[in-house]
């Protein structure tokens, strides 16, 4: 595709709710990130995929956050049992390479989320 | 852990002058590098400059310019002729393997 593209635009769920977010990579792109974005704050790294694999799962807060790249493209990041600290824009970028180099993380426009 | 400090939560400019933001970071690392991100109200992050640690050369892009620090651990942004478009969050980045580093940003506003 032309650029990262990420569905829904906004979701808003309640309290203890199941939500997934999607991300659409630029095609061809085999590194794919997950950021989230706090009100007022800079981006924060989730979850880095390089083809299907999870290589750093490092950001992710804690066992209710999951994300699948089950065929090397599109990925899916899950919120199990909302809370409303989970209110944020969630962001999905992606990269020809990983790594070292000074290659460019393309940033898609971000899900955000609001959890009532 | 890496860090990356941006002291001017808010900066404005008098459009076609010139303008710096600053960002400071720390890390133990020798390799790295170094992004300007603009976030304009749509929320998608554009880059707008980078710069390879190794690199003492400062990188520009057309009205974009930086001021790399090395021993300073400082990579400062120069926008000069501000144009009204230019108007938006600013994100200073660090990334030595993988994952972008962000600092919390600093709001551009552009006058007429």
């Known amino acids: 595709g032309a650029g990262v593209s990420q569905t829904p635009s906004n979701k808003v769920t309640e309290k203890g709710k199941y939500v997934e977010l999607r991300c659409d990579p630029i095609s061809g792109h085999t590194a794919l990130y997950w950021y989230r974005q706090s009100l007022g704050q800079g981006p924060e790294f989730l979850i880095y995929f390089q083809g299907t694999g999870a290589a750093d799962d490092s950001g992710l807060p804690n066992d209710r956050f999951f994300a699948v790249r089950p065929e090397g493209s599109v990925s899916t990041l899950k919120i199990q049992r909302t809370e409303r600290g989970d209110s944020a824009v969630y962001l999905c970028?992606?990269?020809?390479?990983?790594?070292?180099?000074?290659?460019?993380?393309?940033f898609g426009p971000g899900t955000r989320l609001t959890v009532t | 852990a890496q860090t990356v400090t941006q002291s001017q939560p808010e900066m404005s400019v008098q459009e076609a002058e010139t303008v710096t933001l600053s960002c400071t970071y720390d890390?133990?690392?020798?390799?790295?590098?170094l992004f300007w991100y603009k976030q304009p109200p749509s929320r998608q992050m554009i880059l707008v400059i980078r710069?390879?640690?190794?690199?003492?050369q400062n990188a520009t892009e057309n009205r974009f310019s930086v001021n790399f620090q090395k021993a300073a651990k400082s990579f400062s942004l120069k926008i000069s002729d501000s144009q009204l478009g230019d108007a938006a969050m600013y994100f200073c980045a660090y990334r030595s393997a993988d994952k972008l580093i962000f600092g919390t940003g600093t709001r551009l506003q552009v006058f007429p």
């Open positions: 710069q390879e640690a190794y690199k003492q």
């Open positions: 890390t133990s690392e020798s390799d790295y590098y």
């Open positions: 970028a992606s990269s020809s390479m990983a790594g070292t180099g000074i290659y460019e993380q393309y």
